[in-house]
């Protein structure tokens, strides 16, 4: 059958404000998750990472909050700047898993200058 | 900064042909992979390999494609004979572990006419 593109989520934040992009997982027994960042003609740029023993982890303004119980994961950027314009997947796999890392469709953040 | 790197980046080729798309890994790793997406949708793991097997493979990995490492640096996707529904951008990976960072290269765009 013809492929039909998703309609990607989209978030548009003004520059400096904070962005948080949402995602809800699918497998129960994924213990590792991932925030990529794709941008226009690119391949996916790892952002950060957290794993299931904890609930948030946080890097250079980017914060990867777990909630296990509900299967949700958010990313929040701050301080947004232009150069954060991009679609920014969500991802989850399983230890042993051999990296069959599974991608969530895509928010894409457009951040107005 | 070392990368993934992909050749070729674009690919055009009829349908039923033969196509080998090209992946140099970081060269200290050890875990390699290959992920495509179809315009618009999300990305989608094919396969990993690892000490010179497939570690693991999708439903979309079926007896149309394979894989190799022909040398100590390149690592290949070969699709025996391309369908239309394989146009998409093929992405490969690297990984020093087998749970960690993915580095994806910038993919290789495949159009099956």
């Known amino acids: 059958g013809e492929s039909v593109g998703l309609h990607l989520p989209t978030l548009s934040v003004q520059e400096g404000d904070n962005s948080i992009i949402n995602c809800a997982y699918s497998n129960s027994a994924s213990d590792y998750f991932i925030w990529y960042k794709q941008e226009s003609g690119k391949g996916p740029q790892f952002i950060i990472d957290i794993r299931s023993n904890m609930d948030k982890r946080q890097g250079q303004r980017v914060t990867v909050l777990l909630n296990k119980t509900v299967k949700h994961l958010s990313l929040q950027i701050a301080a947004t700047q232009p150069g954060d314009s991009a679609v920014y997947f969500c991802a989850e796999t399983y230890s042993g898993g051999y990296q069959k890392v599974t991608f969530g469709i895509g928010t894409k953040l457009q951040v107005i200058p | 900064e070392p990368e993934v790197t992909q050749t070729p980046s674009h690919q055009v080729t009829q349908m039923g042909q033969e196509v080998i798309l090209r992946c140099v890994p970081i060269s200290n790793h050890l875990y390699f992979y290959w992920y495509r997406q179809i315009l618009g949708q999300k990305v989608e793991f094919l396969v990993s390999f690892y000490n010179n097997e497939i570690s693991e493979k999708s439903e979309i990995f079926d007896d149309q494609f394979s894989v190799e490492r022909p040398d100590g640096s390149n690592f290949t996707l070969k699709i025996r004979s391309t369908k239309l529904e394989d146009s998409a951008m093929y992405f490969c990976?690297?990984?020093?572990?087998?749970?960690?960072?993915?580095?994806f290269g910038e993919g290789s765009r495949l159009t099956v006419l």
């Open positions: 990976a690297s990984s020093d572990s087998s749970v960690g960072e993915l580095f």
